[in-house]
């Protein structure tokens, strides 16, 4: 149900860091919204030209405004996750799609029988993988 992928380098064990999907999503949206108050403050720095100082303003406000819609549609794609407790942290946690990351310590997670034991990789969530799977079988 669950595989953590490291790698040995000379005695020092390096294991990949994965991010749940959930929180990528989140940190995008937050990212927007710091954007945004940089380029509307880039505009207070133009107040002498005015039709460029109100350029940037509205693109600041255009970013904000997006980041309000991408919090709105990852709440309610938050809703429709499959919720689990990780086996590893034992703390509760959503799945999107066939493999993801828990959200507190990163351990990658699947609920996908054919792909446990399988190293951990985002691209079996795609379509055309699953589509190649399906006609092999």
């Not at 994965?18 to 940190?27: C, Q």
């Not at 039709?51 to 405004?65: A, E, Q, S, T």
């Not at 792909?115 to 699953?130: A, C, H, P, S, W």
């Amino acid at each position: 149900m669950l595989y953590y992928v490291s790698e040995k380098y000379g005695g020092i064990t390096l294991s990949l860091n994965y991010s749940s999907k959930i929180n990528k999503i989140r940190t995008f949206a937050l990212s927007l919204v710091f954007i945004g108050f940089g380029v509307m403050y880039l505009g207070l720095l133009l107040k002498n030209i005015e039709w460029l100082m109100l350029i940037f303003f509205l693109l600041g406000m255009l970013c904000i405004v997006f980041s309000t819609v991408v919090y709105f549609w990852i709440g309610l794609l938050s809703t429709r996750a499959v919720q689990i407790v990780c086996p590893s942290c034992e703390k509760p946690t959503k799945i999107l799609g066939r493999v993801d990351a828990c959200m507190h310590c990163k351990q990658p997670l699947t609920l996908d029988k054919n792909l446990e034991g399988k190293e951990f990789d985002e691209k079996y969530n795609e379509k055309k993988y699953r589509n190649e799977i399906n006609e092999k079988k």
